[in-house]
């Protein structure tokens, strides 16, 4: 077989912790998964200071740290796990096709989707210093709100996600500031009641984000600006919470796979397969409720049976 061309029996593209489980799974079942890293190994974990609530680390772990023994577990079963963007899929035929990089093709008798989601982020050059920084930007209350108990945080967004980590973050924080750049919410009106019914949560409506201030080294407050009167001002903080969306990253499948109207893969429910045979999809990418890493795990590992059990009806029927 050519240097470009391949065969394999488990392709899992995505290494969060979907991915590496998926291949724990599929590599302990004599799949010889080869698994793809993306662009970003890890996933959005490794944007993650301190994981403390996935089971068995009682003392809590960096979720880089956390993705590298992922890896090196999937690694000690054989996975082959590799550097490599998978740039165009065919799932058309009977045999899936996958290209790397747009030179090498793959051919797979099963694929695991673990592509995952990225926060959506505002983009302004104080909100990613400070990201980078591990200095106090968040866009998940549930990973990481926990670190600001009892102090006053900032949360951007208006949806149903906003409301919730609004919420979540209501319990542990002394105040919460919502900054709705509208004068609505586009969350469901059960969930918006819930935060203008929490006395410690502030809504500031027309209101963009200026600035994230800090330090240096961490989060002090935030620059912001009512969009009607132009008055500016600022809010202390020392946790600045981002809650404006996520997209899943399926662009690549799109032509091949049910995606809802955001573009999450829909899959069967109960199980980890899309509409086409030999495809699953775990984690993130199907998941805009939990998004978790234990549930994205749990996602991995039914795609991986999934995928085994498909593998295995299809060879029953070939020796029958
Ligand atoms: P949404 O797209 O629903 O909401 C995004 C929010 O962020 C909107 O208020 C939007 O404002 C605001 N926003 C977007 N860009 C900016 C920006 N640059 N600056 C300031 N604000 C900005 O995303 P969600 O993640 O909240 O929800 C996604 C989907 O998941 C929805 O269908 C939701 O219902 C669902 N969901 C359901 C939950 C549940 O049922 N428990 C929990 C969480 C999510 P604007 O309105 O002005 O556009």
């Known amino acids: ?12 593209i995505g290494s969060g912790p979907a991915g590496y489980t998926a291949a724990i799974y599929a590599s302990r079942a004599n799949m010889f998964p080869v698994l793809y890293q993306g662009t970003q190994p890890g996933g959005q974990l490794t944007t993650t200071n301190d994981v403390e609530n996935y089971p068995g680390y009682p003392d809590g772990i960096t979720g880089p740290e956390m993705m590298i023994e992922f890896q090196n577990q999937a690694e000690r079963f054989g996975a082959d796990i590799r550097h490599g963007w998978v740039t165009k899929v065919d799932f058309s035929g009977p045999v899936h096709k996958v290209w790397i990089n747009d030179e090498k093709e793959i051919l797979c008798d099963t694929v695991i989707i673990a592509t995952g ?35 006053e945080v900032v949360i951007v967004g208006a949806g149903d996600s906003a409301c919730e980590e609004a919420h979540y973050l209501s319990k542990l924080c002394k105040k919460v500031t919502m900054l709705v750049r509208r004068d609505v919410f586009r969350a469901s009106k ?48 020392t946790g600045f919470f981002v809650a404006i969306g996520h997209k899943p990253n399926t662009d690549i499948f799109k032509d091949f796979l049910d995606l809802d109207e955001t573009g999450y893969i829909k899959n069967i429910p ?36 999934d995928a085994e059990r498909y593998l295995a009806a299809k060879e029953s029927t070939v020796e029958a």
């Open 270 to 305: 109960g199980t980890a397969k899309t509409g086409v045979e030999g495809v699953f999809v775990s984690g993130d990418a199907a998941d805009h409720v939990y998004r978790q890493a234990v549930t994205a795990a749990g996602t991995g590992c039914m795609a991986a049976l």
């Open 190 to 237: 059960i969930m918006e009641a819930r935060v203008r019914n929490t006395p410690n949560i502030e809504i500031l409506h027309n209101t963009n984000t200026l600035e994230v201030l800090g330090d240096g080294q961490v989060v002090t407050g935030v620059r912001i600006k009512n969009n009607i009167s132009g008055e500016e001002s600022e809010v202390p903080a």
């Open 1 to 12: 077989m050519s240097d470009t061309l391949e065969h394999v029996k488990c392709l899992i």
């Open 117 to 151: 989601a990225s926060a959506k982020y505002l983009g302004l050059p104080s909100e990613q210093k400070y990201l980078k920084l591990g200095g106090g930007v968040s866009a998940c209350a549930v990973c990481d709100g926990f670190f600001y108990r009892n102090q």
